[in-house]
């Protein structure tokens, strides 16, 4: 069963282009969230989604940024118009419906970076 | 979700045991305690959650206080690849609710 998978590691835009990074939650882990982490800082959570729903968003700045876990295929966070400040590492979670809230799974993270 | 505190760093002899402090004075009956630890650049790890019983498994032990307004996580024999930001988390079990990662204490194992 392999783990969370977020791709790409590494990904380099220039200030105004799109970033689009994937997660692809754990078989049969229907719950994802997306945190991010700037350098030297801590982890922020971002949105959470179940399919086909956004269950919170607070987390989410309200300009630029969109998520969306689909029926099929993987969770999508879209950063459009990036700029330099969206630098940071993006890591994704996910856990079961029978997990405890607490029990969930982290990718190794999608490392943006703006120029 | 109750407020945790941690301290902000702490050091360990590679082979000693590491103990690891968590305060969380309010947490509430329902709410459980989780340890994650994250290794530089890499994405945060579970360790272990209790709810009151202190708890063992293969990386760690939780000891919870009586009261649950505090618990210590303790890593046995710390090794070098230990080194880390530990974070204590408290949270319920409601849906909806979410992981909620705090300063966490970073743990530098040395040799």
């Known amino acids: 069963n392999a783990g969370v998978m977020q791709n790409p590691r590494h990904l380099v835009r220039r200030r105004g282009q799109e970033a689009r990074l994937r997660c692809s939650p754990m078989k049969g882990h229907s719950h994802v969230y997306w945190y991010r982490q700037l350098p030297e800082e801590g982890l922020k959570f971002m949105v959470y989604?179940?399919?086909?729903?956004?269950?919170?968003e607070s987390g989410m700045p309200k300009e630029r940024f969109s998520a969306e876990f689909p029926k099929e295929g993987p969770s999508i966070l879209r950063i459009q118009q990036v700029v330099r400040g969206d630098s940071a590492a993006y890591f994704c979670?996910?856990?079961?419906?029978?997990?405890?809230?607490?029990?969930?799974?982290f990718g190794q993270g999608t490392r943006l970076t703006v120029v | 979700d109750a407020k945790t505190t941690q301290p902000p760093s702490m050091d360990c002899a590679e082979g000693r045991a590491a103990n690891l402090p968590c305060n969380h004075s309010t947490i509430s009956g329902n709410e459980y305690v989780y340890w994650y630890r994250q290794i530089h650049s890499q994405g945060p790890q579970y360790i272990i959650h209790?709810?009151?019983n202190n708890e063992t498994n293969e990386m760690a032990s939780l000891i919870i206080t009586e009261d649950r307004k505090s618990s210590t996580l303790i890593l046995p024999h710390a090794t070098l690849r230990d080194t880390a930001v530990y974070y204590c988390i408290a949270i319920g079990n409601n849906a909806g609710n979410m992981l909620t990662f705090g300063g966490g204490t970073r743990l530098m194992v040395k040799p």
């Open positions: 989604l179940q399919k086909e729903n956004i269950i919170d």
């Open positions: 209790g709810l009151k």
């Open positions: 979670a996910s856990r079961q419906t029978d997990n405890r809230v607490g029990e969930a799974f």
